[in-house]
């Protein structure tokens, strides 16, 4: 327990009040903070126990793109589900769009000491063209009643793949003609959701960007026209710089057998920083997502912003991973009466994103749950 002004306060309940006194990014602001049943406020609260003072504040981070409830073949189970949810919590990551997962992980809504989740359904892919134990693997004349059911299984967001090897002609090359992506886009559309696809190479990106599609992950085959087409519709770019550099350990792998994928893999790796350039210069919005799940560790986004700063100025890259992706899935941030999830930094992370990978305090839905401020409130 802890003493305050008003009484006991329990820890990591939402009956607890909280002050908070830091430079509030991205205003730049130093400011006190309030937290009342779990809701920020700037009115003063008598007898609310101080929990940071001299911090950096930012919106609870976003990782635009991971994947709760997937491992290396597959669906694991919910505690395999949780941990993955606990290592993003803990490096501050309190938003997280599930960019397709086979897992049905619904009941994560009901953990109020998880990240909130924004669902995608799972990936929609034909028969091997996809990872094994992934995908809803369809044919094609399959594809928009699929889009359909995903995205009832999602929260407002399909995700197709959008280009793979194709084995018969040794390279990448897209899934889905161009016409019926564009049917299956429209579906979503008409379900309310929105449809981001997984796109590797140069030709699939550019028709599925032609079809409507609202986000591009990965996009290391833009092209300088659809680039300009992304900036005019406001179409949406998770780059997940940090793990493209699995691509020279593809081509290798993929050397013997189909060298011409081989090839494509490493050029499209060596021209993936002036593509991202091309990106920020063109004004497409671009957002941080990790590719947690599957091999990779979660709780690594910080990684990914620091490899965004590189492109854009660290004021980019944590917008990407917070106030400005909390606007694009519709998500406040630190506003008046909005739910206080939050992480603070002991230094300014403007400075140095590096200091992202070491959070003073995060607070999820008015909770204090993970950093160093966090164990020296413990009971």
């Not at 809701?39 to 609310?48: E, H």
């Not at 002609?169 to 559309?189: E, K, Q, S, Y």
């Not at 028709?207 to 087409?229: I, R």
């Not at 980019?316 to 106030?323: D, H, K, Q, R, Y």
Request: contains cysteine.
């Amino acid at each position: 327990m802890i003493e305050s002004a008003g009484g006991p306060a329990q820890v990591g309940s939402q009956a607890a009040a909280w002050h908070l006194r830091g430079v509030v990014l991205p205003e730049a602001r130093t400011e006190d903070l309030w937290i009342v049943r779990g809701r920020l406020t700037r009115r003063p609260v008598a007898g609310a126990t101080s929990l940071a003072e001299a911090v950096w504040i930012l919106p609870g981070l976003v990782d635009a793109h991971c994947h709760i409830g997937l491992g290396p073949d597959g669906a694991v189970d919910r505690a395999t589900s949780a941990g993955q949810a606990i290592a993003d919590r803990d490096a501050g990551s309190l938003l997280l769009r599930d960019a397709g997962s086979p897992a049905d992980t619904r009941w994560i809504d009901q953990r109020s000491d998880l990240p909130r989740l924004i669902r995608a359904g799972r990936h929609i892919a034909r028969p091997r063209r996809y990872l094994r134990g992934y995908a809803a693997e369809i044919d094609p004349g399959q594809l928009v009643a699929e889009v359909v059911r995903q995205a009832g299984r999602g929260d407002g967001w399909v995700k197709l793949v959008g280009d793979w090897i194709d084995r018969q002609i040794g390279d990448l090359a897209p899934l889905w003609p161009a016409d019926l992506a564009a049917r299956a886009i429209a579906a979503a559309h008409a379900q309310g959701a929105r449809v981001t696809a997984h796109c590797f190479g140069e030709q699939a990106v550019a028709e599925l960007v032609a079809a409507g599609v609202d986000c591009v992950e990965h996009g290391t085959g833009l092209d300088q026209a659809t680039l300009a087409e992304m900036a005019r519709r406001q179409v949406a770019l998770v780059p997940t710089l940090d793990n493209l550099d699995i691509f020279p350990g593809l081509a290798d792998q993929a050397e013997a057998k189909f060298p011409r994928y081989a090839a494509h893999m490493r050029h499209l790796y060596a021209g993936r920083l002036q593509v991202m350039r091309r990106a920020v210069e063109a004004g497409v919005p671009i957002y941080a997502g990790s590719d947690a799940g599957g091999s990779r560790h979660h709780g690594t986004l910080p990684a990914e912003v620091a490899a965004l700063a590189g492109l854009g100025g660290a004021d980019f890259a944590l917008g990407a991973a917070s106030w400005r992706a909390r606007a694009w899935l519709g998500r406040p941030g630190l506003e008046e009466g909005a739910p206080a999830d939050l992480v603070c930094f002991a230094a300014d992370p403007r400075r140095d994103p590096a200091v992202l990978g070491h959070p003073a305090l995060v607070l999820l839905d008015g909770r204090p749950v993970a950093g160093p401020s966090w164990s020296s409130v413990r009971p």
